[in-house]
């Protein structure tokens, strides 16, 4: 194992780990920090953003497309197809949508033909698709920081997939 271009870490483990990680690596006859880069790899390959984490940071992105604090003026069918919801998975972006708004992350206000009213006042997502499909978007202060930890993540994972190269 070469070492160029790796950084060095400190790990404190307990004696029984220590021992085990040992016995382990003595007996693959590998070193113990290649033991560890592969189980730190294989950790992170296995936490990756889901699916519906990066829709969910695709609307908070899409929320902010006016500015920060601002109100995002949308139609429904360019926010799906943004989020890669096509043909029946539309109702995917819709329950987003209604979960976002539901968790107070994301104010979610829907054109019903004379004004804009809050989607939770609809009794399920159709209203999304009538009306021309209008919608307001605005991130919550809840909304903002769960946008600052996707980010995070996306920015770790980025580095992570170019540093492997």
């Known amino acids: 194992m070469t ?41 992170f390959g296995w936490n990756r953003m889901t699916d519906t984490e990066n829709k969910e940071l695709k ?9 920060s604090g601002q109100m995002a003026d ?14 029946s998975e539309r109702r995917i972006a819709a329950q987003l949508l209604q979960y976002l708004d539901a968790q107070h992350r994301i104010a979610v206000d829907v054109w019903n033909g004379g004004q804009y009213q809050p989607l939770r006042s609809f009794a399920d997502t159709r209203c999304l698709d009538i009306n021309g499909g209008n919608i307001h978007l605005q991130l919550t202060i809840p909304g903002r920081i769960r946008y600052q930890q996707l980010q995070q993540r996306q920015d770790f994972e980025v580095a992570q997939s170019t540093s492997a190269v």
């Open 74 to 87: 949308l139609v429904f069918d360019s926010y799906a197809d943004a989020l890669g919801c096509t043909g």
């Open 3 to 43: 070492l160029a271009g790796k950084r060095k870490a400190t790990f404190n483990l307990d004696e029984a780990l220590h021992q085990h990680l040992k016995v382990t690596a003595a007996i693959q006859r590998r070193e113990m920090a290649e033991l560890l880069e592969g189980a730190l790899q294989n950790y």
């Open 59 to 67: 609307t908070y992105e899409l929320a902010e497309s006016h500015g």
